[in-house]
């Protein structure tokens, strides 16, 4: 997988072949297993696909715009990552994290604490809990839509692919060297975490009127902010005004959710061995693929995209 790696090895779960770290062994059962609370709410993504900003959204509407809150805890700790354990979970992943954090009692304490198994974390947590995960929903406990709100959000798979190579760069840890074309192919090939991408689509798709789905596209979201507000606002029984949406929107901002510490990932930088030169938030764009594919990988998109969108009716939003 990734030449200079910090994972022991991959496997592939359930009949749809997706594609984890063996650190995940384990906790995949428990996670499977694990007890729901009525009020948990989900936020439930293929990586890069806008999860981020759509938990700080989700957060916000429920806590009642709870400024004070957003701004002094940071979301992975307001809403924590299931599977996050996953990553850094293997022998060979615990032992150059605990390698390059020797000496600060700090850091190793608070690895220590997010490298506990995501059924064990979310288990402790109080009511009521956020979770965001990229599980697809088949992998997730199966009483979960008829127990909890999930909110799924979907993105064009050829900006994700894209935006999903810079993650890589930027979280260093998981050491891939090569380029974007070479991290297409694996992309495509299901090579890559959390895939194959267009199963993991389609299973939340095919339940987007279950009353407890709510089921969003990025590119909506860039489109009209405001009516995703509402829209998850009616989704969690809450009622919001127009104040309350303008001012969240400008919360929501690209260029302000960027500079926000709390939200733009800094807080892990150097627990997560950062790439200096990146950031989390990068362009936050729809159609940004195509100033990143050449024509090999745009005709390749294009029939990939096809032969899976067919016998469905998902299409993701066209932009201009
Ligand atoms: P790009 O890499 O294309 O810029 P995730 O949170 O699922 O990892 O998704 C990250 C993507 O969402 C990144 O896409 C990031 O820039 C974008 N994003 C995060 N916050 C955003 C915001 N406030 N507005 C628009 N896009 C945002």
Redesign the pocket.
């Known amino acids: 997988h990734f030449e200079n790696g910090f994972q022991d090895g991959y496997m592939r779960v359930g009949p749809k072949g997706y594609f984890f770290t063996n650190g995940l062994k384990e906790d995949i059962v428990n996670i499977y297993n694990m007890p729901l609370r009525p009020d948990d709410i989900f936020v439930v ?1 293929f ?7 759509t ?1 700080e959204l989700v957060w916000m509407v429920a806590n009642d715009f709870d400024y004070k809150t957003s701004s002094s805890i940071p979301l992975v700790v307001r809403f924590p990552f299931l599977e996050m354990p996953m990553l850094l979970n293997s022998e060979k992943g615990k032992k150059v994290m605990r390698e390059n954090l020797k000496g600060d009692e700090e850091k190793l304490k608070i690895f220590e604490s997010i490298s506990s198994p995501g059924s064990e974390m979310v288990a402790n947590l109080p009511s009521p809990r956020f979770i965001k995960s990229h599980l697809p929903l088949s992998l997730l406990p199966p009483s979960l839509l008829d127990t909890t709100k999930v909110v799924y ?1 979907a993105r064009d798979p050829r ?1 994700v692919a ?2 999903y190579f ?2 890589n760069k930027f979280f260093s840890f998981m050491g891939y060297t090569g380029d974007l074309k070479q991290y297409w192919e694996k992309f495509i090939k299901d090579m890559v975490d959390w895939t194959p991408f267009f199963p993991h689509v389609i299973e939340a798709w095919e339940k987007r009127n279950h009353p407890n789905l709510l089921f969003l596209f ?1 590119e909506d ?2 489109k009209d902010l405001p009516s995703t507000v509402r829209k998850v606002a009616d989704f969690l029984g809450k009622s919001v005004t127009d104040e309350q949406v303008t001012r969240l929107c400008d919360h ?3 260029q ?3 500079k926000n510490p709390m ?1 733009n990932y800094e807080t892990l930088r150097e627990i997560a061995m950062m790439d200096k030169d990146r950031t ?6 729809a159609g ?1 693929w195509r100033d990143n594919f050449d024509e090999e990988m745009t005709a390749q998109a294009q029939k990939w995209i096809e032969d899976n969108l067919r016998g469905t009716d998902l299409r993701f939003p066209t932009i201009n």
Do not use: C, E, I
Request: charged share 20%.
């Open positions: 993504t990586p890069k696909a806008g999860t981020t900003w938990q959000v900006d894209v935006s810079h993650h990025y979201m860039l929501l901002s690209f302000n959710f960027k939200l989390f938030l990068r362009k936050g764009k940004d």
